[in-house]
Structures are given as C-alpha cells and as structure tokens.
C-alpha cells in the first residue's frame, strides 16, 4: 500500500509572506495527486489533482498554486499568504479508480 | 452535480452499542465508495472501499454496504468502543467526471461513551 508524507506538520506564516508545503509518494508509482483543504468545523474542499509530472489541474480560483516536478512529489505554493488561506491541508493520491489514501496533514495558520 | 450528504451530523451512544452511519448520494454513476475516519487534527484512515458492483465489505467490527440504485451507503459499526469516537466521512468517486474525482460527504460526528 502507498504511504502519503507531508511537511511541516504545523506552520504559523504572516500575511503576505510566501507557502510551500510538500508532499511525497512511497510505495507506488504515477499516483493521481490531489491537495485538499479543510477549515474548520467544514468538509474537504479540492484544491487541485494532478494525474502525472507537470500536469496540475486547478478546481477553485484562489491564491495557491501546485505543482508536481517528479512522479512522486506535489508541492502547494503561495506567493502571498491571505488570512484566508488558514486551514487544514491535506495530500492524498491513488492510482485509477482504487483507494484513496491520505498524509498527516499540515495545519496553517496565517497571522 | 454530485453531491454527498452523510445523516446523522452528531451521534453519541454508550459503550458496547451497535450504531449506523448513513451515507446518500444523488447521481448513482459511481465507481467506487469509500469510507474514512478522522481523528481530530489528524489525516484520514480509510476504512473501507465498496466497489460500483459490490453489496458490501467488511473489516473486523466495520461492516459497510452499497445500494448504487437508491444512492445509499450504511456503515455498520459493532459492539462500539471509546477508540472509535472520530468523525467517519464517505466519499463517491464519480463516473461523469473528466478525471477521477472524489465528491465527499460532511462527515458524521461519533462519540461513544466509556
């Protein structure tokens, strides 16, 4: 089975500084990538999926960008952090139509 | 549009009780079924995957079936314990999409208590 990393695990960042959080695949290889974010107290919002190297699509308008320069490694970046941007990020991956697993998430607080 | 809802929102029970979970979709062009638990600040734990042609699975003390016709889910839990007070979330992974898309529910606040 594939296990999902992520870091840092927590992050206070001011506004207006810039974000880069990680994420790596072990135990697979060409996994469909997504990054989710989840704020309080409410569901999994998609943020975006990437289904190979270079290939990131985006669900929601927003402040973040992805990307994915090796097979097993996804990035979410922001150039400027927003108060909004606080929340609950997750990494997940899976291959075609199988189960989706997920990293430990990152909590962000922009301040 | 897909869209997921989970009922009930909050469920406590005492210690030893078997208790369900419902899950319901609108549109039943799905491919698979999933169901996870999260722990407060923590990633999701799947738990079980159902797939399109399947009834039911079954993990231990977790059962969890499959009604793709009438959009419904049921995640079973027996004999409960206080280890398993999470938050049990399901999520469809829609057959209408351009890409492998995973539509999740609100999730279900479960408490049980010693």
């Known amino acids: 089975s594939q296990t999902i990393h992520q870091w840092p695990a927590t992050l206070v960042q001011p506004v207006g500084s810039p974000l880069s959080l990680e994420c790596t695949v072990e135990?697979?290889?060409?996994?469909?990538l997504y990054w989710y974010r989840q704020a309080a107290g409410r569901g999994l919002q998609l943020l975006f999926y990437?289904?190979?190297?270079?290939?990131i699509s985006s669900e929601v308008p927003q402040n973040l960008s992805a990307s994915r320069p090796q097979d097993r490694q996804f990035i979410l970046s922001s150039k400027k952090l927003l108060l909004s941007d606080s929340g609950f990020y997750l990494c997940?991956?899976?291959?075609?139509?199988?189960?989706?697993?997920f990293g430990p998430g990152t909590r962000l607080t922009v301040t | 549009k897909q869209e997921v809802t989970q009922i009930p929102a909050a469920l406590s029970v005492p210690e030893g009780e078997n208790l369900v979970l419902n899950c319901s979709f609108t549109?039943?062009?799905?491919?698979?079924l999933q169901w996870f638990r999260q722990d407060p600040g923590k990633g999701l734990t799947s738990l079980l995957l159902?797939?399109?042609?399947?009834r039911e699975q079954t993990s231990g003390r977790l059962n969890a079936s499959l009604d793709k016709s009438s959009g419904r889910s049921t995640l079973y839990i027996a004999a409960s314990q206080p280890g398993d007070s999470a938050t049990y979330l399901c999520?469809?992974?829609?057959?209408?999409?351009?890409?492998?898309?995973?539509?999740f529910g609100p999730g279900t606040s479960l408490s049980v208590i010693p």
């Open positions: 997940a991956g899976d291959r075609i139509r199988y189960e989706q697993y």
């Open positions: 999520a469809v992974r829609d057959e209408k999409t351009s890409y492998d898309k995973v539509i």
């Open positions: 159902i797939q399109s042609s399947q």
């Open positions: 135990g697979t290889s060409n996994p469909n």
């Open positions: 990437s289904v190979g190297i270079g290939q």
């Open positions: 549109d039943s062009a799905i491919y698979n």
